[in-house]
Nanobody, 118 residues
């Protein structure tokens, strides 16, 4: 089972920015065959889909709660997925998870904590 590894979380003040990274090195050259996404889960809440990026990198998805503030990107040469988060709000506080999927498989990381607080 390939393991995804997230990094870049931490404590940030409201209005600040963070860039999350996710490495999928174990997928090797197959990484480009996967769609990528970021999810988050706050205590007592269901997991929420916050960003998605197609295999080709041409199609993106963002819910209204983060649209205009979050941006997902990928680097197929490095097997990396990124989530740039700007103008962070306290309600963005959650554990953020990286996901890659295609018709045959669905892989997750262990998550990275993002806390937005003054």
């Amino acid at each position: 089972q390939p393991q995804l590894v997230e990094s870049g979380g931490g404590l940030v003040q409201p209005g600040g920015s963070l860039r999350l990274s996710c490495t999928a090195s174990e997928l090797g050259r197959t990484f480009s065959n996967y769609a990528t996404g970021w999810f988050r889960q706050a205590p007592g809440k269901e997991r929420e889909y916050v960003a998605g990026l197609s295999r080709s990198g041409t199609a993106t998805y963002y819910p209204d709660s983060v649209k205009g503030r979050f941006a997902i990107s990928r680097d197929n040469a490095k097997n990396m997925v990124y989530l740039q988060m700007n103008n962070l709000k306290p309600e963005d506080t959650a554990v953020y998870y990286c996901n890659v999927e295609n018709d045959q498989a669905d892989y997750w990381g262990l998550g990275t904590q993002v806390t937005v607080s003054s």
